[in-house]
């Protein structure tokens, strides 16, 4: 089977690091992807890996190791603006242009 | 703007009705896609067009059909409507093998009464 596993909820504070874990079972892997989603927003793209090892993007970095099925997003300096669902998807292996999406991990970053 | 864009924003309508969305981007993207999300927050690809030719179609009910008239286009037809169609529906769209980043529309919130 597919199967993306994130922690459901995560509370952090203005000014700290915090660190979103996501682990998937798949059949086939050719990229696992993280985006960012305000509450009633649409989802905006943050971070692509498929290679092993760690991605930095200013604040956001995204981790990968395929032989653990694991990623984790790490976000540091958290700003308030940061409160928002966090969601890992994973593109099969194949042309479908298909992605297996997480359901996500609330993050809500408090003063 | 170059954007993925979305009518209407919000759709309540009642049991049995037949309603359309409409899709369109001009980013020059050759795919275009239909997600549903609920109100657990998963969200649910449906359908996606590659150049106008049907390239993922999930298990969704055949009251739902999607059509393309050209590769910047995608509507999204629902007859029937059911209370359990009640979510926010996005449209979305990639560049060639470019899909791991999509460009996501602003969303549809649909309420069946």
């Known amino acids: ?25 798949t059949s086939g892997f050719n990229g696992l992807f993280w985006y960012q989603q305000h509450a ?30 694991y990623s984790y997003l790490l976000l540091k300096e958290l700003q308030m603006k940061d409160s928002a669902s966090y969601l890992c998807a994973v593109k099969n292996a194949g042309n479908n242009r298909k992605l297996i999406w997480g359901l996500g991990t609330s993050l809500a970053v408090n003063p | 703007d170059t954007a993925v864009s979305q009518t209407p924003k919000y759709l309540v309508t009642q049991m049995g009705n037949d309603k359309s969305i409409k899709c369109e981007q001009n980013l020059g993207h050759d795919t275009m896609y239909w997600y549903k999300q609920d109100s657990k927050k998963f969200l649910k690809i449906m359908f996606s067009y590659n150049n106008k030719e049907l390239i993922i179609n999930e ?51 649909l309420t069946v009464t």
């Open chain 1, 40 to 69: 009633g927003e649409a989802p905006t793209f943050l971070s692509y890996n498929v290679l092993d090892g760690l991605e930095e993007k200013g604040r956001f970095s995204s981790f990968l190791s395929r032989s653990k099925g």
């Open chain 2, 59 to 109: 298990t969704v009910p055949n009251r739902f059909s999607p059509k393309s008239p050209d590769k910047a286009h995608l509507n999204l037809h629902i007859n029937s409507l059911e209370l359990g169609d009640s979510a926010v529906y996005f449209c979305a769209s990639s560049q060639g093998d470019r899909s791991w980043e999509q460009y996501f529309g602003p969303g549809t919130r």
């Open chain 1, 1 to 25: 089977g597919q199967n993306i596993d994130q922690p459901t909820e995560m509370t952090a504070t203005e000014g700290a690091i915090v660190q979103i874990n996501c682990t998937y079972q």
